[in-house]
């Protein structure tokens, strides 16, 4: 609803109709599950403003990069947040195993949002770092 009304609004010159890019869980937002409000606030810049355009949700059902996994033919590193609310750990594996032979998983016992921050975010770098060296740096 939110996003055709904002829809609508676009095609007469209107301003845009926003929602929250983040909200408390049941709440109208882009991102509404149980982490996404108080994550976002911690790793959002200061002066961020938490909105966004509400016509995105119009075809966010259709953003599955996942579906597109087959099609990757390079190696790749893909960090999976294990205990993360929207996106299932077990969907990510079956598409891993289409990708490239040389692409490898990363799993992390944390949320969705942990990676960015603390101990968790230096060890989501230092794994990147690895892979990087393994598969650009000739032997």
Known sequence: MNG?????RSWFGLSPHKIPIAG???S???LSFTEAYGAFSKIAPEDSVNETCARIMIRMDRYRPITKAGKVKCP???QICNQDEPVRAENIDKAIK???PHSEA?????GHFDIYTGDNFEQAIADQLEFFRKHLIPE
């Open 98 to 100: 289409k990708m490239d």
């Open 106 to 110: 990363g799993n992390y016992a944390i």
């Open 4 to 8: 055709q009304r904002d829809m609508v």
């Open 24 to 26: 408390r869980a049941g």
């Open 76 to 78: 790749a590193l893909i």
């Open 28 to 30: 109208i937002a882009v």
